[in-house]
């Protein structure tokens, strides 16, 4: 099943072009119901009337696209060719002005969408209502299925998120876009870094967000609680750690945030001495956001340390238009995050058929060994001996398979095959 979204918004059509595919409210549903016909027409049509094609369509004064999940050879081409034939528009003049975007790029415009962040006016929350407006209209048209269901609340749920978190007040969020603009005067490149994160409140979550948009080389959150360190290291693919390590791991990081509500500095100058020489002198770079702070000011003195307070940062957020510009950063970040999680998902989803399959075919094979156990044991054969045969005969028909596509392959697959069913059999003891 493929993920996609077709269609043109005020970037890449003129308004006399976006009004000739406009869609009024009670036009939408005929126009998802035209759309799977349109799959099933252009697919293999070996699953029913409509196959397992998803399809819901958004048009407002600013765009008309259409959302689809399907199992077609070509489904970016098919949406297309659908735009142009349901309005009667010649394909060759519509196309330059259309955006075909697959799987993940598909899923990003989604939140980009919900959130704001493609609209004309720059976070406008009228888009969110008119997608949940025309996901229900897709719904009861019969176009929402598994994959485009779950898009669509995600979708809403990061819409909600991005909204919650940057209407925290563009101070907070321009504090941690400055962190990361400060730190990239000390390293050109954050991805070379290692990232420690002390704390794990709502300004630390908001500063994860933002270097991780940048890939950082490790992302380590250290924190009172292991278990809400976890969780919002889990969140970025990092790692957590206890506080009370702080002294024997700090050499180990390049850049330290800190933001806790500890009253007294949980890092010291003596502490930050002796990770620097550790470090062989090599720059850290350290924003203390707390207040009371986190670490001693007279870390500032050391040569190779640079140490920002809050105040330091504010200073580097004067203007309403760089507030903007930090808002939309972290909406971004937030929205790269949540897609690599939808992609997971989806991911997993494309197993589900795999495992079903192995699950079915090996609950055959254990059904039968234990048929046979169970005749022997009623014509009185000795209890060990039966479960003997029966282990025997369950391993036997469990790696029969294998062994036989091993013994069939060649070359190349064969080598595949022998370096994987190993990890494959490689049972818990």
Wanted: hydrophobic share 45%; with cysteine.
């Amino acid at each position: 099943m493929q993920l996609l979204a077709v269609g043109l918004n005020h970037t890449t059509a003129p308004v006399s072009l976006r009004e000739q595919l406009a869609l009024a409210p009670d036009q939408l549903g005929k126009a998802v119901q035209a759309a799977r016909g349109w799959f099933a027409r252009h697919g293999a049509g070996s699953a029913g009337a409509h196959g397992g094609n998803e399809a819901a369509i958004l048009s407002t004064c600013n765009r008309t696209e259409m959302y689809a999940a399907s199992d077609i050879a070509h489904p970016l081409d098919a949406s297309a060719q659908f735009l142009a034939h349901y309005h009667a528009l010649n394909f060759a003049e519509l196309r330059p002005h259309l955006y075909m975007l697959p799987h993940d790029s598909a899923v990003r415009h989604a939140f980009r969408v919900a959130s704001g962040l493609d609209s004309m006016v720059l976070g406008e929350p009228q888009i969110l209502g008119q997608m949940k407006d025309a996901v229900r209209t897709a719904e009861e048209a019969g176009g929402l299925g598994t994959y485009l269901h779950q898009l669509f609340q995600r979708s809403f749920a990061v819409a909600k998120e991005v909204r919650t978190t940057t209407e925290i007040g563009a101070h907070s969020v321009s504090m941690a876009a400055a962190a990361v603009r400060l730190s990239q005067r000390i390293f050109d490149r954050i991805a070379d870094q290692h990232v420690l994160f002390i704390g794990a409140g709502e300004m630390i979550e908001l500063c994860a967000a933002h270097f991780a948009a940048h890939k950082p080389k490790s992302v380590t959150i250290a924190n009172r609680t292991m278990e809400r360190g976890a969780a919002l290291a889990t969140r970025y693919e990092g790692q957590a750690m206890r506080l009370a390590d702080l002294p024997e791991r700090l050499h180990g990081f390049d850049i330290v945030i800190s933001c806790t509500a500890s009253t007294l500095p949980l890092i010291g100058l003596g502490m930050v001495e002796r990770a620097v020489k550790a470090r062989r002198h090599r720059p850290v770079f350290m924003v203390d956001l707390a207040v009371p702070r986190d670490i001693e000011p007279e870390v500032a003195r050391l040569d190779d340390v640079f140490l920002y307070t809050v105040d330091d940062l504010a200073q580097v957020v004067q203007t309403g238009l760089e507030s903007r510009q930090a808002a939309v950063a972290q909406a971004e970040a937030i929205i790269e995050n949540r897609v690599q999680s939808f992609m997971h998902w989806v991911g997993d989803r494309a197993m589900v058929p795999v495992i079903r399959d192995l699950q079915d075919a090996s609950e055959a094979l254990r059904l039968a060994e234990l048929e046979r156990a169970r005749r022997l044991l009623a014509r009185g054969d000795d209890p060990e001996a039966v479960l003997e045969a029966l282990s025997r005969g369950l391993a036997a028909k469990f790696l029969h398979g294998p062994q036989q596509a091993l013994h069939q392959a060649q070359g190349d697959e064969r080598a595949r095959l022998a370096a994987l069913l190993p990890q494959l059999f490689r049972g818990r003891r």
